[in-house]
């Protein structure tokens, strides 16, 4: 069993900037690939960022690319997203994932075997 808790979000102006945090439980975070989707009020839970489980390769949706950066420490066993020139489009409820029989692309909902229980990201003047 794998416990995920999200922490860093909430109300930012357009242009700024949060780092969201996933602290998980177990002692094979190491093994697991991670992931970052987001959810805005009456759409899909959409796929945002992963890292695999060495941290070397990242990769995004395009929406985000360039602005958002995520990153892992294995030693803490937790996996960050760093959120830069936020949008309002950017609004939504953000949830980690924990692959933990890593076998796709790392992109897809069902892929992901334990969620967080999300944190909130509200982008807004």
């Known amino acids: 069993q794998v416990q995920l808790v999200e922490s860093g979000g909430g109300l930012v102006q357009p242009g700024g900037s949060l780092r969201l945090s996933c602290a998980a439980s177990?002692?094979?975070?190491?093994?697991?690939?991670m992931g970052w989707f987001r959810q805005a009020p009456g759409k899909e839970r959409a796929f945002v960022a992963g890292?695999?489980?060495?941290?070397?390769?990242?990769f995004y949706a395009d929406s985000v690319k360039g602005r958002f950066t995520i990153s892992r420490d294995n030693a803490q066993n937790t996996v960050y997203l760093q959120m830069n020139s936020l949008k309002p489009e950017d609004t939504a409820v953000y949830y980690c994932?924990?692959?933990?029989?890593?076998?796709?692309?790392?992109?897809?909902?069902?892929?992901?075997?334990?969620w967080g229980q999300g944190t909130q990201v509200t982008v807004s003047s």
């Open positions: 994932a924990a692959d933990t029989l890593p076998h796709g692309s790392g992109r897809y909902r069902h892929e992901y075997d334990y």
């Open positions: 177990g002692r094979t975070f190491s093994s697991y690939v």
């Open positions: 890292i695999i489980r060495s941290g070397d390769y990242t």
